[in-house]
């Protein structure tokens, strides 16, 4: 059964920065190198909100207001996903999420996934 654990979350002040990791368990590197990665963002109250998805040959979508700021990733080899957050601000605060699924188009809609992380806290002090 594949498996999904965020990391790298934590507290930073406005305008800092963190790189969040997503590894993959339970899953072999051939179907890995196959699936769509995406993150997640959500704050209580809120629906969840697409950051980027990354596809199999590495390309990647972002959702608009946040390119330049934040980067999506994949290594394969080590079966980790990767989030590059830059120049963070306080409405960047949420609870984050790695998924990964095969959908028909790599874009980061909740719906086009099955399987989650746990999710890893981000809060950015002001």
């Known amino acids: 059964q594949v498996q999904l654990q965020e990391s790298g979350g934590g507290s930073v002040q406005a305008g800092g920065s963190l790189r969040l990791s997503c590894a993959a368990s339970?899953?072999?590197?051939?179907?890995?190198?196959?699936?769509?990665l995406a993150w997640f963002r959500q704050v209580p109250g809120k629906e969840r909100e697409g950051i980027a998805a990354?596809?199999?040959?590495?390309?990647?979508r972002s959702t608009d207001s946040l390119k330049g700021r934040f980067t999506i990733s994949r290594d394969n080899a080590k079966y980790i996903l990767y989030l590059e957050m830059n120049n963070l601000k306080p409405e960047d605060t949420a609870m984050y999420y790695c998924?990964?699924?095969?959908?028909?188009?790599?874009?980061?809609?909740?719906?086009?996934?099955?399987?989650w992380g746990q999710g890893t806290q981000v809060t950015v002090a002001s």
């Open positions: 990354i596809d199999t040959d590495g390309s990647a």
């Open positions: 998924a990964a699924d095969r959908p028909f188009h790599c874009n980061p809609q909740p719906k086009s996934f099955d399987y």
């Open positions: 339970g899953i072999d590197l051939r179907d890995y190198r196959s699936w769509c």
